[in-house]
């Protein structure tokens, strides 16, 4: 089984304070790695996915930011938070498969971050 | 990744079946349809994936017409526990889903 550890599983952070949630994957080596967002009520916001060390593919363009430094570490960070940040930080792991069946994307227990 | 249309909300008593359709009008050939289900405050949790024809698990079965363009969760006999929110993907699985996009999904209430 994928397990993935992310913590801490609350944060509450004062507006302009830096932020750094860290994501670690166990399993199967070179996984596709995701950091989502979802705000109270809503969606999930895709923020960053990686396919590969150092590899970072941004989807929304803010004050965010993320890093792959290692396989099974995937980074998310801000050097000044904004309100607009609070929300449901959630990390996932993908497998690549190929066969192309039955492969799932597996989440962490997610982050809940208030700023204020 | 296709496009995916579901509802926002669906509404349904213990014990009844449900039925979620998704939409996906440009599904490519490669493409693999896979439905999760999100609880508040957890991560979304896989439920089944499917090509073509029918699959059926422990908890769910996923229709797929001929022509792959929606498909359709079947819950049979729901709890209240089943109120969540579902998800349906579309996507290349061999490529690894790569942008793994998130519709806005449907939010199931089940009542008394």
């Known amino acids: 089984s994928q397990t993935i550890h992310q913590w801490p599983a609350t944060l509450v952070q004062p507006v302009g304070s830096p932020l750094s949630l860290e994501c670690t994957v166990e399993?199967?080596?070179?996984?596709?790695l995701y950091w989502y967002r979802q705000a109270a009520g809503r969606g999930l916001q895709l923020l960053f996915y990686s396919v590969g060390i150092g590899q970072i593919s941004s989807e929304v363009p803010q004050n965010l930011s993320a890093s792959r430094p290692q396989d099974r570490q995937f980074i998310l960070s801000s050097k000044k938070l904004l309100l607009s940040d609070s929300g449901f930080y959630l990390c996932?792991?993908?497998?690549?498969?190929?066969?192309?069946?039955?492969?799932?994307?597996?989440f962490g227990q997610g982050t809940r971050l208030t700023v204020v | 990744l296709a496009k995916t249309t579901q509802p926002i909300s669906m509404d349904s008593y213990e014990g009844q079946e449900v039925n979620i359709t998704c939409s996906h009008n440009?599904?490519?050939?490669?493409?693999?349809i896979t439905w999760y289900q999100q609880f508040p405050s957890q991560g979304p949790r896989f439920i089944i994936q499917?090509?073509?024809t029918k699959v059926t698990n422990e908890v769910a079965s996923l229709f797929i017409p001929a022509d792959r363009k929606s498909s359709t969760l079947s819950l049979p006999r729901v709890s209240l526990s089943d109120t969540a929110v579902y998800y349906c993907?579309?996507?290349?699985?061999?490529?690894?889903?790569?942008?793994?996009?998130f519709g806005t999904g449907t939010r199931l209430l089940v009542s008394p």
């Open positions: 440009n599904i490519a050939t490669n493409d693999y």
């Open positions: 499917g090509y073509k």
């Open positions: 996932a792991q993908y497998l690549r498969s190929g066969t192309g069946a039955n492969t799932e994307a597996f």
């Open positions: 399993g199967t080596s070179n996984p596709n």
């Open positions: 993907l579309v996507g290349d699985t061999y490529t690894g889903f790569q942008k793994l996009v």
